[in-house]
């Protein structure tokens, strides 16, 4: 057995599951194949270099990803540090100086004595010893193919071709019913947005005229026909879409008792029924263009989505298929993943997942038991998505409530409290199970480091 953990990847999440490994105690050796050798996204060699957005998003923790953050910190996170110590103004967000964000993460870790970082490319996967993938979405070609080979090349993707999901309790209900195709009316998994010919011919011209993000150069993705973008297939032609994924065949509205002209399906995300996604809409839409466009579906006029549609170059796994929920791979448990190829989505989400593993590479290296946390916080409930989640409609996804166990009160009683006092709540019940998960599972308990207060929270 190597005497040292192998962490390969020195973004976001590679630079966190290192600094959680050296900071209890335990050798690493960081592979970066930055400046030797640059992604097209990349600008420089620093370690934890943010690509796209400078922003981390909502601070408050009446906002999951809010919630994320606060927990990450009370975690001892790098990431964390190191963005409250580069942040700039941006109102209720985390907002980033990029150049200070990275140097930051690349001289603690540099400086670390626990901590030898190798500047070149990793194309095979060591053949002993402790690993922690964290490649990224743009794992290079080499790489990407040996993990394709031991996960199984079916459960390997290249590319998101993500639809918008909205939550539950968002939707009006009175506008839509239940119905599988060809089954009986309220019965079934599927909820059904009925459109008339002009409600249908609207929502086409909007689709048509709405803003679309432009490609960057090296997420260019040749389209599969069976995941055509929605506007994509309406250029196609007028009725396109109504023998597509807004085809009615096979769907009865109770109301009227007669087939609706076209129909946007609403597929359940999660078992506890809190999201629903917008079936067969996978979208290059801006995101204004797309809440303002999938508004006028009959039952979303006031639809709150958890995400929104995309689609653009991102290696992942499909996490319910090969992911323990320690993050280990079920074909070779030595082997860790982490960040955006586990099956999340987000700088915040993809630290998260670095955290978590290094966590898990360190205790694993010590011989100690692994550890998961609990459902009801948010690394808990990211964790149970990516590995519960429906293995043949999996996408990456962003921390949202959606995820989260609903709070232990009468129905009623959850559903008259305002949004922002349930989400406190439900912020309040996470970090309880976090302090109490920190303090049996000794997560801490060999911890040598610092971290600092989230202003806001």
Known sequence: MDERVTVI????????????????????????????????????????????????????LTSAVGLLKEEMRRLFSLIMEAALASEVPAGKALAVDRELFADFVTKRLEAHPLIEIVREEVTTLPEEGIVIVATGPLTSEPLAEEL??????????????????????????????????????????????PLTKEEYERFVDALLEAEKVPFKEFEKPKYFEGCLPIEVMAERGRDTLRFGPMKPVGLRDPRTGREPYAVVQLRPENR????????????????????????????????????????????????????????????????????????????????????????????????????????????????????????????????????????????????????????????ERALTALARWIEEEKILADFKGESHGMPGV
Not at 43 to 54: D, I, R, Y
Not at 325 to 338: D, E, S, V
Request: aromatic share 10%; charged share 25%; with cysteine.
């Open 9 to 60: 990847g020195g973004g976001l999440a590679g630079s966190e599951a290192s600094w959680q490994l050296a900071s209890r105690g335990v050798p690493v050796r960081l592979y970066e194949m930055r400046p030797r050798k640059l992604t097209p996204a990349h600008k420089t060699g620093k370690l934890a270099e943010l690509v796209c957005s400078n922003s981390l998003r909502a601070k408050d």
């Open 272 to 427: 506890e029924g809190t999201l629903y996604n917008l079936v067969g809409f996978q979208t290059k839409l801006k995101y204004q263009e797309q809440e303002r466009v999938f508004r006028m579906i009959p039952g979303l006029e006031k639809a709150e989505f958890a995400r929104l549609g995309s689609i653009h170059r991102n290696t992942f796994v499909c996490a319910p298929k090969v992911l323990e929920k320690t993050l280990q791979l079920k074909k070779a448990p030595r082997i860790f993943l982490a960040g955006q190829l586990s099956g999340v989505e987000g700088y915040v989400e993809s630290t998260a997942m670095g955290l978590l593993a290094g966590i898990n590479a360190s205790r694993l290296f010590r011989k100690q038991k692994l550890v998961v946390p609990p459902r009801v916080t948010a690394h808990g409930a990211l964790v149970h998505y990516i590995t519960e989640a429906d293995p043949a409609h999996f996408q990456p996804m962003n921390i949202n409530w959606g995820l989260f166990p609903p709070l232990d009160l009468p129905p009623k009683k959850r559903k008259r409290l305002p949004k922002r006092e349930r989400y406190r709540l439900m912020a």
């Open 148 to 193: 394709k080979h031991l996960t199984g090349e079916e459960f390997f993707h290249f590319y998101d071709a993500i639809a918008p999901i909205v939550y539950a309790d968002s939707i009006n209900w009175d506008k839509v019913f239940k119905g599988d195709r060809y089954g009986k009316p309220e019965e079934g998994a599927y909820v059904n947005c």
